[in-house]
């Protein structure tokens, strides 16, 4: 199993950055890919950002340019950089790995993009 722990979260202003952490209990190299998600209330769970197999990287179309996903594997940690945020940005980010054809998730982090 993986339990995995998000932090980073907070208000911000419009414009503003930063950067979501997602620490996991479970060694980088044994994960199969990694994801951050974003769920806004009434809205549905939407993918934002994912290293898939390979390394490669994909990012939802809204954050290109805006978002940066990355991880540093001797930390097992999973981090996404946020930037230029705009107030849809805002709802609970979460982190989701898949491990040995199983899907985990953290809890999320809020972020909040208001004046």
């Known amino acids: 199993q993986v339990q995995l722990v998000e932090s980073g979260g907070g208000v911000v202003q419009p414009g503003g950055s930063l950067r979501l952490s997602c620490a996991a209990t479970?060694?980088?190299?044994?994960?199969?890919?990694e994801a951050w998600y974003r769920q806004a209330p009434g809205r549905v769970r939407e993918l934002v950002a994912a290293i898939t197999p390979g390394d490669n990287i994909n990012y939802a179309d809204a954050v290109k340019g805006r978002f940066t996903i990355s991880r540093d594997i001797a930390k097992n940690t999973l981090y996404l950089q946020v930037s230029a945020l705009k107030p849809k940005d805002g709802g609970v980010y979460l982190c989701n790995v898949n491990y040995e054809r199983n899907d985990y998730w953290g809890e999320g982090t809020q972020d909040t993009v208001s004046w």
């Open positions: 479970r060694n980088m190299f044994d994960i199969y890919s």
